[in-house]
């Protein structure tokens, strides 16, 4: 059943309100366009019922605010009622791009900058919104999910920090560990992925892909991340295969074990077109060295995918290797901040990801069940089909 049909089976939670903070203000705009274009086509099916009082909205967007004092405190201000709403907070912790004064200097935003102006938001709102639900799609702190000896728990601890103060759904794709959840196993936790909007973006950037075991393969770069390669290996009816990291472990470098050598296991990649996945692609080397290692193998075009594009360094390693043909394209979405100087990049495509996510908060607002969301299957074989049979 089409999703749109889906959603008039049951009454609203509540009057959908969305507070899209200004470091996914972009990415908030456009859900809030297809929710508005949806929702006034619905309202003509229920025009005179008490249930659906305040459904169709010009827009969904709540207004507010988070000034910042001199010395670089801040508060949270909500400017319209949002009493009996049904609330989405919406927020990119990576968004560096922003600024503010502290003490007269300028001050970038850093994830924990970002993390606190959530807090004060959830407060603002508490106490009068019907249902609080955050839309984090990097998790907070997600790199820091497990405890190994005498250090923070910093996911678990937010996680809970965030339940604590009434938010009842957190919204996360693709998370570094999804058994993160175990920290909060009464409150409603989902890692979304974005398998379908990769396939999709593939599909439409790149005329001779040929889905067979004899073309094509999907690496994972490292063992922690084979879940996400296995699942599209298989959706895809490929193989797959992964490298593992070699590490110095007798020292620590940027706070990490520096990588020695990346090891591969797995069948032949020579004249293959390979995919690379991951959840993010953070300074860029692994990815770099993993293609290169693919390359000496005689891999043929190697697609670099991750959800999460931050891109530490800088885009000149990725230049580098694009120019000496080891990496063909790069793809990664739009959840996170995207630089104009990243978008210009002929190597580089976006992923859209505005629309699944009015389909989660659409479907979450009307308390249906999202499990259909989570599995697109069905829709990658779809889109595959009508590539295969030129009908894309």
């Not at 032949?268 to 060295?289: A, Q």
């Not at 670099?304 to 360094?313: A, D, H």
């Not at 210009?344 to 996510?357: A, H, N, V």
Request: aromatic share 8%; net charge negative.
């Amino acid at each position: 059943m089409p999703n749109e049909e889906i959603q008039l089976e049951s009454i609203p939670h509540g009057k959908l309100g969305i507070v899209s903070l200004e470091s996914s203000q972009k990415l908030g705009n456009k859900v809030n366009e297809y929710l508005v274009k949806w929702r006034s086509n619905r309202q003509q099916l229920h025009p005179n019922d008490i249930a659906f009082k305040g459904y169709q909205r010009d827009t969904y967007l709540i207004d507010h605010s988070l000034p910042r004092f001199g010395n670089g405190e801040a508060k949270g201000t909500i400017r319209e009622s949002v009493r009996g709403d049904d609330l989405y907070i919406l927020l990119d912790i990576t968004n560096h791009s922003l600024t503010y004064k502290m003490c007269g200097q300028i001050n970038h935003m850093s994830p924990d900058d970002h993390y606190q102006d959530l807090k004060r938001i959830i407060a603002a709102a508490s106490g009068k919104a019907k249902r609080i639900n955050v839309i984090m799609p990097f998790l907070y702190e997600s790199r820091q999910h497990r405890r190994s000896s005498r250090e923070s728990l910093d996911c678990a601890l937010a996680l809970q920090e965030l339940v604590s103060m009434g938010v009842e759904n957190i919204i996360t794709f693709d998370a570094h560990d999804p058994r993160v959840q175990n920290s909060i196993p009464l409150h409603g936790f989902e890692s979304v992925t974005a398998a379908y909007q990769f396939v999709k973006a593939l599909c439409l950037n790149v005329e001779d892909l040929v889905f067979d075991n004899n073309h094509m393969m999907v690496i994972s770069p490292d063992e922690g991340g084979t879940d996400r390669a296995v699942y599209l290996a298989n959706v895809l009816g490929i193989n797959m295969g992964m490298f593992y990291k070699r590490r110095d472990y007798s020292r620590i470098v940027d706070g990490r074990n520096p990588i020695v050598a990346h090891e591969f296991l797995g069948q032949s990649v020579e004249g293959k077109d390979v995919f690379i996945i991951d959840d993010m692609i953070s300074s860029g080397e692994s990815m770099i060295d993993v293609a290169t290692e693919l390359k000496k193998r005689n891999a043929k075009r190697i697609f670099v995918i991750s959800t999460f594009g931050l891109f530490t360094n800088g885009f000149e390693k990725f230049d580098e290797a694009v120019e000496k043909g080891i990496i063909y394209k790069v793809l990664t979405t739009d959840l996170i901040y995207q630089p104009q100087e990243l978008l210009d990049r002929d190597y580089y495509i976006s992923c859209g990801m505005s629309k699944y996510i009015a389909y989660i908060i659409d479907t979450l607002n009307h308390d249906t069940s999202i499990s259909d969301l989570l599995n697109p299957y069905d829709k990658i074989k779809n889109i595959v089909a009508k590539y295969t049979d030129g009908t894309l």
